[in-house]
């Protein structure tokens, strides 16, 4: 009996978080740097003619693609970061973790500084070197992936997995620092601008690849859920109850990894998404039930980063905000009162 | 009846790289339907190694193991969930989980792709957190708990398992005595109850002795033994077992203490719960109690109408005592006297 009220209390909370997202999404396509009258936006939006021909086009080519990908962006984080705090049973371990994104930096900093030794600086290409970027962001965070699955495959202890992942990225990093240290100025400044992150720069066209492969992960993260619940016990009792522990290890992290790799490829290393969502998600939700987790977390993601990218195209701020500084303004305090509140338990139990 | 448990010249251990030196071999043990063992010896003989390697953990180094008359070696993850269950020492410490989703969690051996519970699963998943003794706690969150209480609930996991074995790996370890009891008479009842084959390894050797079945020993570079206690105390085995490591096993009260401590002697006159307790007290000073008349001191216990201790030594009057306690005082005096004298 009680199983069932909760049920109702869970799928009430995930309908008003749902309720959020939409008035989220709503507002991203109507406020922005161009004031547009509301009923030309719904106008815009459902494809009418709009007052003036450039406001349906900014709505219809830059707002909606924009809140898309921040929707498809944030979920994707989100519950990557949650099956890596179920995984590793780790609260401070996100999609980063596993060196995929320092994969994807390493990737563009290649294409980016490379051109230094040819001795012309690829970000004067336009859009052909943004192309480029993306596939190299991709290629990069793929070859690390691929990398930590190997290693996945040899390491038994998640623990050892997870400081070889740290390595990884830290070894990716450093080779984007020599990199930079050896190349032009205006290469450094498109990197560092790709760093910030931004949902901006998925078009229509990009959107045919961006959004399967993100609903690839999405929908593999639903169908992990089961093992996802059980490896929070831990291996030995995840085994016990029948989990196949290397298998479902790899398609996990495969999961997380190929959201990790196709999100930063498209939209830049997203800051604090991943971590903070999962630990908002079990704080409003009160159960660690995956089941109830993972679509919470998923719906949470999207509106964090709806919200983030609202904030960051604040009418009054010039242009838009690094979307990595808004997350992390909101993510950082976060992260402090999870380590405050898992103090407060320590000292409780 | 059938075996749950059949080892033959079974070696455990771990395997580093190609060598491998087995921490115990040559095991030959067998586990019924119904029954309450519990695997008694010191740290590090190997018992938790012992308990992997049933669970499947770990693999064998050699022999053979099956487990209700399979080899678990060949079989899937999903199978063995259906034939062994286990409690392990790692502390279980998952926020926000509560009694009933960490009870629920025990029947994903039973439940579909998603793992979504039917009324039936809901039904006895309740029905074990009663049965473990934790009625009213299905709501109450993991972290809140006492550590009995924490056992108890993965007790409650593992009987909703549904497997016809229970392994547990020193379940009543930080626990305080009273729950140290209330584990082991559970264990015990729902082994009966139930008919499964329970088997736990412990170091409360006289809560072993009094509620198992059988008692598996186990120690680093003797033969394994099992059988039922009383059948290993008056064999021996259990004293043997306990001498090398300085533990004086006392086959008449079933008592240990510690070897060479015993050095003095006193009468003691009484009966029943009395002279139980008071035997015990004078033990932990150091004295063996008979019945021999020539001892130089002696206890007599009244009971009759009031309770009373008179101590009489082999100079002055008999003191009368009211408490054990004034009576250990006043042999503490008596001996002070005599080594002035001497």
Not at chain 1, 97 to 125: D, K, N, P, Q, R
Not at chain 2, 75 to 104: F, G, H, Q, W
Not at chain 2, 128 to 145: K, P, Q, S, T, V
Not at chain 2, 171 to 183: G, Q, W
Request: contains cysteine.
């Amino acid at each position: 009996m009680t199983a069932i009220i909760k049920k109702r209390k869970h799928l009430l909370r995930l309908t008003i978080l749902l309720i959020i997202g939409l008035i989220l999404f709503m507002l991203n396509i109507a406020l922005g740097s161009v004031n547009i009258p509301l009923k030309e936006v719904v106008k815009g939006l459902l494809g009418y003619e709009t007052e003036l021909e450039s406001w349906s086009y900014i709505i219809q080519r830059s707002r909606l693609p924009q809140a898309i990908t921040a929707i498809l962006a944030g979920a994707g984080l989100a519950v990557g970061g949650l099956q890596m705090q179920a995984l590793f049973r780790n609260p401070l371990a996100d999609p980063a973790i596993l060196g995929v994104s320092s994969g994807a930096g390493l990737g563009v900093a290649m294409v980016l500084m490379m051109g230094s030794f040819g001795g012309f600086a690829l970000s004067a290409l336009g859009w052909i070197g943004h192309l480029t970027v993306t596939t190299a962001a991709f290629a990069g965070a793929m070859a690390i992936l691929f990398l930590v699955l190997l290693l996945a495959n040899r390491l038994r202890d998640n623990a050892m997995l997870l400081i070889a992942g740290i390595m990884v990225g830290y070894a990716a990093s450093a080779l984007v620092g020599v990199l930079k240290f050896y190349s032009m100025k205006e290469d450094v400044h498109a990197f560092v601008i790709w760093g910030l992150g931004s949902f901006s720069s998925v078009s229509w066209t990009r959107m045919e690849v961006f959004f399967p492969v993100v609903m690839v992960g999405l929908i593999g993260s639903l169908l992990l859920i089961k093992p996802l619940n059980l490896m929070v016990l831990g291996d030995n009792y995840a085994s016990n109850l029948g989990v196949n522990i290397r298998m479902s290890r790899f398609l996990i992290l495969a999961c997380t990894g190929l959201l990790t790799a196709v999100i930063t490829a498209f939209c830049g290393p997203i800051a604090f998404l991943g971590l903070a969502v999962p630990h908002l998600t079990r704080g409003l939700f009160k159960t660690s039930n995956q089941q109830v987790l993972v679509p919470a977390v998923m719906v949470a993601g999207a509106i964090l980063a709806l919200f983030s990218n609202l904030i960051a195209r604040l009418p009054g701020f010039d242009g838009a905000l690094p979307i990595n500084a808004v997350t992390s303004m909101i993510g950082a305090p976060v992260v402090i009162s999870v380590i405050l509140n898992n103090r407060k338990l320590m000292a409780g139990g | 009846m059938s075996e749950l448990i059949l080892t033959k010249a079974l070696s455990v251990g771990y395997k580093q790289g190609r060598n491998s030196s087995p921490l115990h071999s040559n095991i030959n043990v067998k586990l019924m339907q119904g029954e309450f063992a519990c695997l008694l010896g010191p740290n590090g003989a190997g018992k938790s190694t012992l308990l992997k390697t049933f669970a499947g953990f770990l693999p064998k180094i050699s022999g053979d193991v099956y487990i209700n008359g399979k080899n678990p070696d060949k079989l899937n993850a999903a199978t063995k969930a259906r034939l062994i269950s286990v409690v392990l020492t790692e502390r279980l410490m998952v926020p926000n989980m509560t009694v009933y989703d960490l009870v629920a969690l025990g029947r994903s051996p039973f439940t579909g792709f998603f793992g979504r519970l039917t009324g039936k699963d809901r039904q006895l998943v309740i029905k074990a957190i009663g049965d473990a003794g934790l009625e009213g706690f299905a709501n109450r969150n993991l972290m809140e708990l006492s550590d009995g209480e924490r056992q108890k609930a993965l007790i409650a996991k593992a009987l909703v398992q549904e497997t016809p074995l229970i392994l547990l790996d020193e379940p009543t370890a930080f626990l305080d005595l009273p729950s140290r009891v209330e584990i082991m008479h559970l264990l015990k009842n729902l082994a009966h109850k139930k008919q499964i084959g329970v088997l736990l390894s412990t170091h409360d050797l006289d809560l072993a002795l009094q509620t198992a079945d059988k008692v598996w020993l186990l120690a680093a570079g003797l033969p394994m033994e099992t059988g039922v206690p009383e059948d290993l105390v008056l064999t021996n085995e259990f004293r043997k077992f306990f001498e090398r490591e300085g533990i004086l096993f006392d086959n008449a009260t079933g008592h240990f203490t510690m070897a060479g401590a015993h050095v003095k002697s006193i009468r003691l006159i009484g009966k029943g719960l009395e002279y139980k307790w008071v035997s015990r007290a004078l033990s932990r000073q150091g004295f063996t109690t008979s019945d021999d008349p020539f001892s130089r001191l002696q206890v007599e216990i009244r009971s009759d109408s009031q309770r009373e201790y008179i101590l009489s030594g082999p100079d002055g009057v008999p003191i009368r005592l009211r408490t054990i306690e004034d009576l250990l005082e006043q042999l503490k005096m008596a001996e002070k006297r005599q080594s002035l004298t001497e």
